[in-house]
C-alpha cells in the first residue's frame, strides 16, 4: 500500500489532474472482487453451500481488502418464497459485516419460472421474465449500499453502483437477463456519464462455454448478447469487464473495444452434477491496479478447495482508467 500527504491545491489539482489536498491517499492496494456463478441447484440442493461463501467472504473482507460482492444471477431455482427465504438470509451475512454487494437476474430469478420446477410458468413467458416482485421484494433497493441509481423506479433488475477500490474509482453495472432496448439505452447514458471510472457490467447471460459471445436471445428474452456488445460493450474506452454466468462452465474472451481498448468477459457458472451442484465456488478477481493486472481463480469454501486447470487465468498490461480527482466515489 502506497500513500502521500499532500500539499492542498484544489485549484491546480482540478486543472492539472493531480491531487493536492491534505488526505492520505492509497493507490495501488491489491484488492479482491468474490464473484457468486448461480447459486439456484445450491438452494435448492444444499443450502449450506450458499452459507460457506457468504461467510468466507465475512472472514476475507479485510485480509482481501474486499470492496464489493457480485452475483452473475439465477439466485434461486424456482421463484418461490422458501428459496427467496434461503438467499435473503444468506445474503444477511453480508449486510450485518458490512460487505455491500450488487446481483443480477438470472431467468430463475422472474416468474419466467415455476414455482416448484425449472420448467417455463405459463403464460407469457417473455412477459414473465421481466416480473421480478419476488427478487426485488427480498432484495429492496436499501439492502444495496453501493447502488446509486436504477432504470425502473424501486427495481433492481438494471441498475448501477459505484465505489473506490486500488485508488481508482469503479462502477458495476447490473443488466436484465437479454435486455430489453430501453435499459440498454439507459445504461449508454449512465457509462457515458462516469468516463473517469472502470465500468464492470454484470449480466447473467453473455458467454457461452467455448467462451464465445452469444448469438441468441436464449430463446425467450429480448437482445442477444452480441447486440448489447455491439450496442453497448465495445462503444466505451472505460468497461473494464463483463462478467456472466446461465450456462455450465468457467472461460474468458478478450474483446476489442471501439476505441483499441481490451474487455475481459468472464463466464462462471457451476450448477451441473459435474461440479458439484454448485460446489460453492466462487470466482476470486484479484485486481491490482499498480501492477495493472487482473488474476482469476475459482475456490470454493464448503470444499476448502481451488477448482485449478483453465479456470485459473490472469491479465496483464490493463489500462485501468487512472483519471482523478473524480466526484461521485470520493465519498463511499
Not at 171 to 197: C, G, K
Request: hydrophobic share 35%.
Amino acid at each position: 500500500m502506497k500513500s502521500s500527504n499532500l500539499s492542498c491545491n484544489l485549484k491546480k489539482a482540478i486543472v492539472t489532474g493531480m491531487l493536492a489536498c491534505p488526505f492520505t491517499y492509497s493507490f495501488g492496494q491489491k484488492f479482491t472482487i468474490p464473484v457468486f456463478p448461480d447459486t439456484q441447484t445450491e438452494i435448492s440442493k444444499d443450502p449450506e453451500m450458499l452459507f460457506s461463501q457468504v461467510n468466507w467472504i465475512k472472514e476475507h473482507k479485510d485480509s482481501l481488502h474486499i470492496p464489493i460482492a457480485l452475483h452473475v444471477g439465477d439466485v434461486v431455482d424456482f421463484n418461490n418464497h422458501s428459496q427467496w427465504e434461503y438467499a435473503s438470509e444468506a445474503f444477511d451475512i453480508l449486510d450485518e459485516a458490512g460487505v455491500p454487494y450488487a446481483i443480477t437476474v438470472g431467468n430463475h430469478d422472474t416468474h419466467a419460472i415455476g414455482l416448484h420446477s425449472g420448467s417455463a410458468a405459463p403464460g407469457n413467458v417473455n412477459a414473465n421474465l421481466r416480473n421480478t416482485d419476488k427478487f426485488n421484494s427480498y432484495f429492496p433497493i436499501y439492502r444495496f449500499k453501493k447502488q446509486r441509481g436504477r432504470f425502473e423506479e424501486n427495481k433492481s433488475d438494471n441498475a448501477y453502483y459505484t465505489f473506490r477500490a486500488g485508488g481508482l474509482d469503479w462502477l458495476v453495472l447490473t443488466l436484465e437477463f437479454t435486455s430489453r432496448r430501453d435499459p440498454i439505452n439507459w445504461a449508454d447514458e449512465v457509462v457515458a456519464s462516469h468516463p473517469s471510472f472502470n465500468v464492470i457490467i454484470v449480466t447473467h447471460y453473455f458467454l457461452n462455454p467455448d467462451g464465445s459471445i452469444g448469438q441468441r436471445n436464449a430463446g425467450y428474452g429480448n437482445l442477444s448478447p452480441q447486440e448489447i456488445n455491439d450496442f453497448l460493450v465495445k462503444k466505451y474506452p472505460n468497461i473494464l469487464m463483463v462478467l456472466s454466468g446461465h450456462v455450465d462452465g468457467s472461460a474468458w474472451h478478450v474483446e476489442k473495444g471501439d476505441k483499441g481498448n481490451n474487455v475481459y468477459e468472464i463466464l462462471q457458472d457451476f450448477q451441473g452434477k459435474k461440479y458439484g451442484m454448485g460446489g460453492g465456488y466462487l470466482r476470486l478477481l484479484e485486481i491490482d491496479t499498480q501492477a495493472k493486472s487482473i488474476s482469476a481463480k475459482i475456490y470454493s469454501p464448503y470444499h476448502d478447495k481451488e477448482m485449478g486447470g483453465t479456470s485459473t487465468f490472469s491479465f496483464s498490461n490493463v489500462d485501468f482508467i487512472t483519471k482523478f480527482p473524480t466526484g461521485e466515489a470520493l465519498n463511499d
